[in-house]
Structure formats: C-alpha cells, structure tokens
C-alpha cells in the first residue's frame, strides 16, 4: 500500500482494474472523477418534424426533382413510395431520431384509413405518411436501445379497394439502427396489424446501418435502393464521417449547386 495515497471523494466503482492490482489495494484519490462519455447528439436532418409532413396536396413543395416525374422532395411523393424515412424532431427540446413509413404515396385515388400506433403526418385522405411518436436519443456517448412503431392502414384505389395493414418499426439496439415494415392487404375485408416482433421477424427488413461510437462513422449493412416502389441502380444510402443518407445520382433537386441528390440524410456530431 506504500504505491497509494487515499483521497477522499472517489467511489471504488470509480477506479478502473489495473492488472496485477487488487481493488482492495486501490484507495481513493481525492477530487478525482471517471472520465465523462462524448456528448454525441443528432446534429442535422434533411427532414424536421415540420417538413416530414410537406406536400399535402400535389405540387405544393419548393424543392422539385429534375426528373422522375416532376415530383417534389416531400415524403407523400411516388418517390418515396413505400419507403421509410428517418428524420429527427427536436420539438420536445431533445433531439429523437422518428421514422416515417410511407405507403401507395402519390397514387391520387389512395384514400388514408387510420392510425392504430403513431400519428398521421397531415390530415387528409390522400397524405399516405404515418410518424412514430417515439424515437432514438442519445445517453453517455451511446443510442438508447429500444422500437419505435407505427401501426397505420390506406386503401388502394379508395376505401371500397384493397386495405393495407402496415406494422412499421425503427429499432435500435447496440448503435443498430434498422427499419422494418410488414404489409399485410386484403381485397375487402379489414386486416389486423402483426406486432413488432412478427414484423421484425418475417423479412419485412427496409434498410440497416451501424454507428460506431468510437469513430463517429457510419456502416451501410443493408441499403434501401428503391425509387418509386422499384429498385433503382442509381439509388443507394452511402456515408460520409457522422453522416448517413439516402441519394440518387440519376436527378438532383433543380437549381441546387453542386448537385442536390439527397433523399434523406441524418448526421451525428
């Protein structure tokens, strides 16, 4: 015990094992603290908790695509068809990471049917856009593990044509972000929702990236390549240092310089 001099202050949890070192030898160091984990945060977001619900009506949005239809950088758009979405909300004062899940969007005879979890993004029968209201923070350096769910149903061709039960799921667990969504349809009859963990376990994987908190960077493990419900080899979701996104390189949004091709685009600082 000669080696060590006890200051007060400092728990025995507090002490890092050194090999060859009993914690019983350790004694306390006066005014000493653990080092503290990197205060990470969401830092930006293509889409807010305002804009996510842009394009309510057609052709109602600033930033238009310089082709694929003519359609506007806005979830409720051909699109993003059956896709889905991270975004960040920070209206509550805490940066969360949400999800949308977006169905047959931009088919004007789709009619919104309901939402059993979540919320609808912005009234109206053709806005086909639900929100999780729970999400992804951050906590000592690291994501919070946890699902975030949406449960929401449309109908194709109106409310007399095929329902769309969807089970959509934004998990996290160990710095995995993964977003899921199960579709489950009928010609005429209402279908009931699958719980999270049937949607996590039946294939219904929409894309998978990790975060290493160590680095700040991202991994890709599973890309989502889709452009208007097809894949698309100009479509991809790549990274760059804390930033993770999904682009194409076919269009870009028009008047935007160097070219704007981004989908989505989430960043960790």
Not at 167 to 178: D, G, H, P, Q
Not at 180 to 206: C, E, P
């Amino acid at each position: 015990m000669a080696d060590y001099t006890k200051v007060t202050g400092v728990a025995a949890a507090d002490i890092v094992k050194i090999d060859g070192v009993a914690i019983a030898d350790v004694e306390k160091v006066d005014g000493a603290t653990k080092p503290s984990a990197a205060a990470y945060d969401w830092t930006f977001s293509l889409f807010d908790e305002t804009t996510i619900a842009d394009h309510t009506t057609f052709h109602n949005d600033p930033d238009q695509w310089s082709g694929g239809g003519g359609n506007y950088r806005a979830p409720n758009t051909q699109n993003y068809r059956v896709t889905c979405v991270p975004y960040v909300d920070d209206s509550s004062g805490t940066a969360t990471l949400k999800l949308a899940s977006i169905g047959h969007a931009g088919h004007s005879a789709d009619d919104f049917n309901e939402v059993d979890t979540g919320i609808q993004a912005a009234s109206g029968n053709n806005h086909l856009v639900a929100l999780s209201t729970t999400g992804v923070t951050f906590s000592g350096g690291n994501m919070v593990d946890g699902d975030h769910v949406i449960k929401w149903q449309h109908r194709h061709d109106a409310k007399t044509d095929t329902y769309y039960s969807v089970t959509a799921v934004l998990e996290c667990a160990s710095n995995v972000l993964t977003a899921y969504a199960h579709y489950t349809n009928h010609s005429s009859s209402y279908q009931a929702y699958v719980t999270a963990a049937t949607a996590k376990s039946s294939g219904d994987l929409r894309w998978q990236i990790t975060w290493n908190s160590g680095t700040n960077t991202w991994t890709v493990n599973t890309s989502d390549d889709d452009w208007q419900q097809s894949n698309n080899s100009n479509v991809s979701i790549t990274t760059s240092g804390g930033t993770v996104g999904k682009y194409t390189t076919q269009y870009s949004i028009i008047g935007s310089s160097p070219a704007d091709g981004r989908m989505w685009e989430i960043t960790v600082g």
